[in-house]
């Protein structure tokens, strides 16, 4: 508890002993007035303060205009008793609220508790701890068992296991060593590292999760921006409702004016927006903050929102449903040349390239790359590699690219990407390289589907026959092959014209390559942003790991928030207006009123609890 819940805890408790007192003394009207003040300052006077304040400021109808104008009116017609129970029952929910709020943000704060203290550095021989903001980038640091990983870098020494849960909400620990990639906000939890780091501090990943969860709640879903403007017109509306009441209520019902007053100011206590204000931001704060614990990034409200009416989901194949590490498989020759001599032209002409295809060669190669062998290298965009290798031309890409050269080829049918190679203009033979299926994407697509989801696509650069192979292993309803990178944007945006305005659809990328569809499709979803800058800039929903599974996590807590905020207001607005028409024709007084404000309050505050419970239990 706070050092000002504490203090409001304590004005509670003196207000209501006084409060008790003053029942039981026997006194006129003039000294009752006066004692029942006293208790009235001690719990009311901040509420007091801040209605004068925001009518100097043109901020006139909250809840505190409406406690202040509802309470001295029970005080003007001689309801002492009832003017401090309403206003010591109002800060009672104050506190609650206050309670709820600050209990969700000590969860998520918990949770997402990556933020480094310091860095260790050694300066004349000895290990000095510096703001992480003054290490620089390239600089060496040291991380010792137990401590946070503060600055993203490469492991230059020592070996270790780290613990990335706050990150990925995965409890199995990564394995680390001399030439692996560390990010920050990882704990080390045995060996001791040395690390050189590759980013500063403020660009590094722990920054920009702490950055995307602390902004997270700037990006309002649409129910919490109508819970506002509602907030905003429904205040004076009942404002002058009960001043409408006070006025014609002796003439239609006969009653006195003082009757109808009461009446009006019981009306008023009632109408405080306080259940709705509270609790909605307070259930999308711990939807956030629940996919957060999952290693799921929500950047607002907003994405929250759309991903629980989530009905369509295109997928980019490689990295997403397979696991993006491509190996060699098979080798067809061609015109006379052996298959060490088709791997060996085929990885020197892509040694330059960091595509995973590249990558797979180089590794079935397996000897060290002569760069004075290879010259003139140029990457022809949607079709393949061209370069010269000891003085000869060679190409090696798609079919394409065979197509586009006008060199007569073999086309071979294979599940896998197939590497065609070309020397001199003739055709040598082609590599085919397969990208393995991730070992639960069968069973997440079956789960996505069980959530309601009505239609999946696929998006690739393969050929036909590695595209349907794993469309149909995983059972994708949909697929598009051959895609050019551009191609993918168009691919969206086609699906986007032909999809119901209210259905949403989502793109699911690895985040490395798929900028502009992330960001062109309802909802961008980046799977494996662990260190993956790109996920975490261009996504609006950021899965830390590869597991595919965590969509319908995301899904599943998207749709619970949204229940939770619905119930809320149902619930609310309904006792409300309820209790309103009852306390306009005299049969709800100041005490349904208080339970009417406070009490909905109260209840939609635990209500929306849940989601923080839901943290908690994780």
Request: with cysteine; net charge negative.
């Amino acid at each position: 508890m706070t050092k000002k819940q504490k203090k409001m805890r304590l004005r509670i408790i003196l207000s209501l002993i006084l409060y008790i007192i003053c029942l039981f003394i026997p006194a006129d009207n003039f000294i009752k007035l006066f004692l029942f003040l006293i208790p009235y300052f001690i719990i009311g006077f901040d509420v007091l303060q801040k209605a004068i304040r925001n009518i100097k400021n043109g901020q006139i109808f909250d809840e505190n205009f409406l406690m202040t104008i509802a309470t001295i009116g029970a005080f003007i017609i001689g309801e002492y008793n009832e003017g401090v129970a309403v206003m010591l029952f109002y800060q009672v929910g104050e506190l609650f609220q206050s309670y709820a709020v600050g209990k969700s943000r000590e969860s998520i704060a918990s949770l997402m508790d990556i933020r480094p203290d310091f860095a260790n550095i050694e300066h004349d021989g000895e290990i000095i701890q510096v703001d992480p903001d003054e290490v620089e980038v390239g600089q060496i640091i040291i991380v010792q068992a137990g401590e946070k990983i503060p600055i993203d870098g490469i492991v230059i020494e020592g070996s270790s296991s780290l613990d990335t849960a706050a990150l990925t909400g995965e409890s199995v620990p990564r394995d680390v060593y001399n030439g692996s990639e560390v990010i920050s906000g990882c704990i080390n939890l045995s060996g001791m590292l040395k690390i050189r780091t590759t980013k500063e501090f403020g660009e590094s990943t722990v920054s920009k999760i702490l950055d995307l969860v602390e902004n997270s709640s700037t990006k309002k879903a649409k129910t919490e921006n109508f819970v506002t403007r509602f907030a905003r017109y429904y205040t004076p509306t009942v404002v002058i409702l009960a001043a409408v009441l006070a006025i014609s209520l002796p003439f239609i019902l006969k009653i006195s004016f003082a009757d109808s007053f009461y009446r009006a100011l019981t009306f008023l206590v009632i109408s405080c927006p306080c259940a709705l204000v509270i609790s909605i931001p307070l259930s999308f704060f711990g939807g956030i903050g629940g996919a957060s614990k999952e290693g799921i990034l929500v950047k607002g409200g907003n994405y929250l929102e759309a991903l629980s009416k989530l009905k369509i989901i295109v997928f980019d194949k490689t990295g997403t449903l397979t696991k993006g590490t491509f190996e060699v498989s098979e080798i067809v020759t061609a015109n006379n040349i052996s298959n060490d001599e088709l791997i060996e032209f085929a990885a020197l002409a892509e040694s330059y390239s960091k595509h995973p295809i590249s990558s797979a060669l180089r590794n079935a190669y397996n000897k060290k790359i002569d760069y004075l062998r290879i010259s003139d290298t140029k990457e022809l965009a949607g079709l393949g590699i061209s370069a010269v290798i000891d003085g000869k031309t060679v190409l090696v890409g798609n079919e394409r690219l065979m197509k586009h050269e006008n060199i007569a080829y073999t086309s071979h049918d294979s599940y896998g990407t197939i590497v065609y190679v070309a020397i001199e203009g003739i055709y040598v033979g082609c590599i085919i390289i397969t990208d393995e299926i991730k070992p639960n994407a069968q069973n997440a697509i079956k789960n996505l589907y069980n959530l309601g989801i009505t239609k999946t696509v696929m998006l690739t650069g393969d050929n036909q026959k590695a595209a349907s192979y794993v469309a149909n292993t995983l059972g994708i309803s949909d697929m598009k092959f051959e895609l050019l990178p551009a191609d993918k944007v168009s691919a969206v945006e086609q699906i986007l014209e032909q999809k119901n305005n209210d259905e949403v659809l989502a793109f699911v990328g690895d985040g490395i390559n798929d900028a502009p569809v992330l960001s062109r499709a309802d909802i961008g979803i980046a799977m494996g942003g662990l260190g993956s800058d790109a996920a975490i800039e261009a996504a609006d929903i950021v899965l830390m790991d590869d597991k595919l599974e965590k969509l319908s996590d995301a899904i599943k807590i998207a749709r619970k928030t949204m229940l939770i905020a619905k119930e809320n207001i149902i619930f609310a607005l309904g006792c409300k207006f309820l209790v309103l028409i009852l306390g306009a024709f005299g049969y709800a007084n100041m005490w349904a009123a208080v339970f009417a404000d406070v009490g909905v309050a109260i209840i939609a505050i635990l209500n929306s609890s849940r989601m923080i419970a839901r943290i908690s239990r994780k």
